[in-house]
């Protein structure tokens, strides 16, 4: 079956521009979360979302923000772009609700901010 | 505090040599689980092995297995007969039982020495 695939791979956007990020889940997963991944930092959580609903969210500031559609897809999205948003964002999918399952990650998109 | 750590930011091995990376973690739950997980420059994450804290049996799988060492908060992987392929980074990371969101380690940089 297809794995999780997200959208773009790579994208370059210029300070105080916004983006949204897609990532689609394997066919039947309820449970999507997002991860920011920096050398510095290395994979922090921003958000997951189950069944439409945000259940927990991580320690950003609301410029970031996320939302999941009936069909399971999610998307974030980054408003005011910093120089430090610079980074690999990569979603997670997971067929159960409570961490009992396998997390199946995407490739991840790369955002360069200049 | 939900830290997890990896004291050792990388390691080296000889090519069918065994080697063991370590991770701590702290937490108040009784249950959750705990997996680590493989990226290699592709990116990609991917799952190497996963322990549920309320099984005391130590995980295995094929040449990977950990030892669990609940009351210690405890949990490193041991890689036997090293290959070339397995050479990445290593992800330590822990779920709680009330959703899936993963609290990672800043990772070990395995090399495998032809």
């Known amino acids: 079956k297809a794995g999780v695939t997200q959208t773009p791979r790579y994208l370059i956007k210029t300070r105080g521009q916004q983006v949204t990020l897609s990532c689609s889940p394997i066919?039947?997963?309820?449970?999507v979360s997002w991860y920011q991944q920096t050398p510095g930092q290395g994979l922090q959580f921003l958000f997951e979302?189950?069944?439409?609903?945000?259940?927990n969210k991580g320690n950003f500031p609301g410029r970031f923000s996320g939302r999941q559609f009936s069909n399971s897809r999610s998307e974030m999205n980054v408003s005011t772009l910093e120089l430090g948003d610079s980074a690999l964002y990569l979603c997670?999918?997971?067929?159960?609700?409570?961490?009992?399952?396998?997390?199946?990650f995407g490739q991840g998109t790369r955002l360069t901010v200049v | 505090a939900q830290t997890v750590t990896q004291s050792q930011p990388e390691m080296s091995v000889q090519e069918a040599e065994t080697v063991t990376l370590s991770c701590t973690y702290d937490t108040s739950e009784s249950d959750y689980y705990l997996f680590w997980y493989k990226q290699p420059p592709s990116r990609q994450m991917i799952l190497v092995i996963r322990?549920?804290?309320?099984?005391?049996q130590n995980a295995t799988e094929n040449r990977f297995s950990v030892n669990f060492q609940k009351a210690a908060k405890s949990f490193s992987l041991k890689i036997s007969d090293s290959q070339l392929g397995d050479a990445a980074m290593y992800f330590c990371?822990?779920?709680?039982?009330?959703?899936?969101?993963?609290?990672f380690g800043t990772g070990t940089s395995l090399t495998v020495i032809p």
């Open positions: 979302y189950f069944s439409e609903t945000q259940r």
């Open positions: 066919s039947g997963h309820r449970s």
């Open positions: 997670a999918s997971s067929f159960g609700d409570r961490g009992n399952t396998e997390a199946f």
């Open positions: 990371a822990r779920v709680t039982n009330t959703g899936n969101q993963f609290y």
């Open positions: 322990q549920e804290a309320y099984k005391q």
